[in-house]
């Protein structure tokens, strides 16, 4: 079945760089995405890749995709204490729009 | 425009009792969703709506229905609430197609004791 892994944890400095990884299993989904998650929240989409592409740059944020390792990150670039939260990677199933999430990274910035 | 909303935003149920979830969009979508998060688990999909009249499952549906009786509500019961579906539900709606957004609802805080 689908399956979407992500590491629980990541702690970095405020101003450095956070990259943020997922894995899949859906060879044919089409669209990636990355969903952010505030405390006692709902998830609000970041940005999202279509499966053609290598890369996507959005301001502070790069997401890349190695599409033959189904491999997804999102760098988050100058890294604030605002950024502090859970970090969803999700997948659309096949010719579907249902979405499937990871396990969910939490981004915690310190100092 | 309020966008997902989610009632009650908090519920507590004894083992065995039933309970629905309600779910309302204002903003025309045909495809919804229901989640629930739990710790360590990221959100699982327990149900899906590609449109009015239409459900499937997700991958943890087993405890619970679904009715989705018009295009902007989608409601999630549970029949005999069992300690085991203590979790945050929540649920989302999307335009149909690839590529679009989900917009999600605040959450449910179940407490099942």
């Known amino acids: 079945g689908e399956d979407v892994e992500q590491s629980l944890f990541l702690s970095v400095r405020e101003g450095d760089s956070s990259v943020i990884n997922c894995t899949y299993t859906?060879?044919?989904?089409?669209?990636l995405y990355w969903y952010k998650q505030e405390p006692g929240a709902g998830l609000q989409l970041l940005t999202y890749?279509?499966?053609?592409?290598d890369m996507k740059q959005d301001q502070r944020l790069t997401v890349l995709l190695n599409k033959k390792d189904k491999h997804l990150s999102l760098r988050i670039a100058d890294t604030q204490t605002g950024d502090s939260a859970i970090y969803f990677c999700?997948?659309?199933?096949?010719?579907?729009?249902?979405?499937?999430f990871g396990t969910g990274t939490r981004l915690q910035v310190f100092p | 425009n309020a966008g997902v909303t989610q009632t009650p935003k908090f519920q507590v149920l004894k083992t065995g009792q039933s309970m629905t979830l309600q779910c309302a969009q204002d903003?025309?979508?045909?495809?919804m969703y229901w989640y629930r998060q739990d710790p360590g688990m990221g959100l699982r999909l327990i149900y899906y709506?590609?449109?009015?009249?239409?459900?499937d499952k997700g991958e943890v549906p087993n405890g619970y229905n679904v009715s989705r009786l018009n295009k902007r509500e989608f409601s999630l019961r549970l029949e005999s609430a069992a300690p085991s579906q203590t979790s945050v539900y929540f649920c989302?709606?999307?335009?149909?197609?690839?590529?679009?957004?989900?917009?999600f609802g605040q959450g449910t805080r179940l407490t099942v004791v």
């Open positions: 709506s590609a449109s009015e009249g239409t459900t």
């Open positions: 903003m025309n979508h045909n495809s």
């Open positions: 859906d060879s044919s989904s089409t669209y």
């Open positions: 989302a709606s999307s335009e149909r197609g690839q590529g679009a957004e989900a917009f």
């Open positions: 890749i279509f499966s053609n592409m």
């Open positions: 999700a997948e659309s199933i096949g010719n579907t729009d249902k979405l499937i």
